[in-house]
């Protein structure tokens, strides 16, 4: 069945570039989503990358897609301590008709 | 503004109850979904309904129930045949053919057993 697969930690000094990571492996995905949750809160779309893109670039946030690997990875540039949250990977949809997601990294930023 | 309510945002279960926990969107959203997190588990899918009347189980179905009366509306029961309901439940919506507005989420239950 599909797996999405992410670290589940990452620390960051502010103002240094965080770097997310994310494996798929559902080939027939068509979009591929970044989530943000915040502690106690729900999942707040944060942008997507529609899959025969390989880049997407959205204020302080950039999407790399490289789909011959099925590796999707998101840059947060000069990362604030409101950046600390866990992040989402999903992708969908493909063979399942829905969304799967990853396991989220949980990152933090430290001063 | 349209949105995503779940209520009550913390729950407390004592054993052998069973508890519904609420999912309401005004979005005119077809999709429903009902999620559970557990810590570095990620979201595991429990129920999900596509239209009115109809729904199917998710990956942990098992001690669950749903229904899907109404388009806006889409109740979870723990019943106690869920061994270990203590968890954050999360409702999500979704609209068919727009595909890149992913999922709306709410905003969680907190549910405890005590």
């Known amino acids: 069945g599909e797996d999405v697969e992410q670290s589940l930690f990452l620390s960051v000094r502010e103002g240094d570039s965080s770097v997310i990571n994310c494996t798929y492996t559902?080939?027939?995905?068509?979009?591929l989503y970044w989530y943000k949750q915040e502690p106690g809160a729900g999942l707040q779309l944060l942008t997507y990358i529609f899959s025969n893109m390989d880049m997407k670039q959205d204020q302080r946030l950039t999407v790399l897609l490289n789909k011959k690997d099925k590796h999707l990875s998101l840059r947060i540039a000069d990362t604030q301590t409101g950046d600390s949250a866990i992040y989402f990977c999903a992708e969908g949809p493909g063979t399942a008709s829905k969304l799967t997601f990853g396991t989220g990294t949980r990152l933090q930023v430290t001063l | 503004d349209g949105g995503i309510t779940q209520s009550p945002k913390y729950l407390f279960r004592k054993e052998g109850q069973n508890v519904t926990l609420s999912c309401e969107q005004n979005?005119?959203?077809?999709?429903m979904y009902w999620y559970r997190q557990d810590p570095g588990q990620g979201l595991r899918l429990i129920y999900y309904?596509?239209?009115?009347?109809?729904?199917q189980k998710g990956d942990i179905a098992e001690g669950y129930s749903v229904s899907r009366e109404k388009k806006e509306s889409f109740p979870l029961t723990v019943t106690s045949a869920q061994k270990n309901p203590t968890a954050f439940y999360l409702c999500a919506s979704s609209m068919e053919g727009q595909i890149s507005d992913g999922y709306t989420f709410g905003s969680g239950t907190r549910l405890t057993v005590v």
């Open positions: 559902d080939s027939s995905s068509t979009y």
């Open positions: 309904s596509q239209i009115v009347n109809d729904f």
């Open positions: 979005l005119n959203h077809d999709a």
